[in-house]
């Protein structure tokens, strides 16, 4: 018997519940039974349902060993009422399984559970918002532009860039970023980061998005305490004294000398079951109902441990607080009382930590509808939370130090570079008007032409530099703006009309050099002999 192991995704609880009852279907046993002296053929008594049937959940990957007889009756009682299978009359859907030898048999056809239809989902990875991105209610078209007024001098010093004399810089500016703006991005990152955890391509048919809340997941990752248990703000939903006195007396055992309550035998199963009946009777389970199969889809990551704890620390902080403080004390309670070697028997019949799976995992996880296998979903997980509940319930420190960078990134208002900016301030961030690549490469090649053109003659005709400091200058700003240079100056003759060559004046000559011009070796022969 073989249960193939259904990965992380969409309709994992109709997956699991669809290949159950294939399984069942097509390898249950089924013999010749007799019953009030009458022969009936291939069908099956209720016990050999119930043996057969947690063999195989027992040894699924899906479930776990942790699967006990009775939730499996449980199970076969919604294959009665679903039409799965029915009893040996043809009645079914009214009638009650039990552990017994009373003769059930299969259908003709037995119904599967169709799988609900959504719209098509884009294959997109959540996109959080841009600290660029105009107000909704704003257009950037009609955001006025203010003007820069700049003499030649200021030019100059915003163009040196280009000429070479500082490096290459940019100013940029920021809006500000409203509370709206920050929970946005941890909402959106946070999905974001469980997408990619789950390897899905959307999320929308693993959790409702627009149910996700974002105050809730930035309450759980800074509301904390010491222990890091979630701070509440609202005290009237936190446990009542009595429940949070009874789980302290537990997890405490046998510490429990300062509470003041009186010991006689079975006082423990006493606190236990205050304990037991106060979570048993919460309106809705602690992962809530919306948040359902988001958890079951992170079972199919067990086999991936590390993968699966990770994908948990996400689901956890979408929590309402007060859920995840309840969870937070509820677990740390039944890990204590399973490690306590001190601690009584709390059940006869049952171990204490079969105990404590079978008794809180309805109220941690549970669907609403009854046909899915809540049951034995909801007891592998909490198997798994209670040997990993303190990882898990941890906040994830990758996820909160991406979104801390992010919104400390769009939170600078402006950056800037050296030498940006030098001259002129402006009291408010300026917008422009995006144009398009044609336009664009239009103003570049003639919009900046006369500025340039007004720039190159200030050097020009400046009478405070020297005709070197000129030159160089000029040099700089060819190699710049050929274009803009070579219209100024067509020809080397007008460029040269620019630095006029001075008369140079003539040297004396000596009166010997002219006795003799043409005799100067044989003075030489001369000074030999």
Known sequence: ????????????ATKLWNETV???????????????????????T?????????????????????????????????FLKNHVIEDIKGKWGQEDFEDNRHLYRFPPSSPLKPYPKKPAYQKDVIKFPEWNDPPQSTSQENIPVRPVVMNSEMWYKRHSIAIGEVPACRLVYRRQLTEANVEEIWKSMTLSY?????????LEEVLDIKLVNSKFIIHNVYSVSKQGVVILDDKSKELPHWVLSAMKCLANWPNCSDLKQPMYLGFEKDVFKTIADYYGHLKEPLLTFHLFDAFVSVLGLLQKEKMAIEAFQ???????????????????????????????SLCDGF??????????????????????????????????????????????????????????HLRRVQIKYPGADMDITLSAPSFCRQISPEEFEYQRAYGSQEPLAALLEEVITDAKLSSKEKKKKLKQFQKSYPEVYQERFPTPESEALLFPEKPKPKPQLLMWALKNPFQPFQRTRSFRM
């Open 1 to 12: 018997m073989e249960h193939r192991l259904v990965g992380p995704g969409p309709y994992r």
């Open 22 to 44: 294939e399984l069942f279907r097509t390898r249950m046993p089924l013999r010749k039974h007799r019953c009030r002296f009458k022969s009936y053929d291939r069908c099956f």
């Open 46 to 78: 209720a016990a050999e349902a119930v043996d057969w049937l947690h063999e195989l959940l027992r040894c699924s990957q899906n479930f776990g060993p942790e699967v006990t007889r009775k939730q499996t009756v449980q199970l076969l009682k919604k």
């Open 194 to 202: 469980l997408q990619k955890v789950l390897g899905l391509d959307s």
């Open 314 to 344: 996400i689901c956890c902080l979408l929590l309402p607080p007060e859920n995840r403080r309840k969870l937070q004390l509820l677990m740390r309670m039944m890990a204590r009382i399973c490690l306590n070697k001190e601690m009584p």
């Open 351 to 408: 171990g204490t930590r079969t105990l404590m799976v079978q008794t809180f995992s309805r109220c941690i996880l549970c669907s609403k509808d009854e046909v899915d296998l809540d049951e034995l979903l909801a007891v592998r997980l909490v198997t798994f939370l209670m040997d990993n509940y303190q990882e898990i319930l941890k906040v994830p420190l990758a996820l909160q130090t991406s979104i801390e960078e992010r919104v400390a």
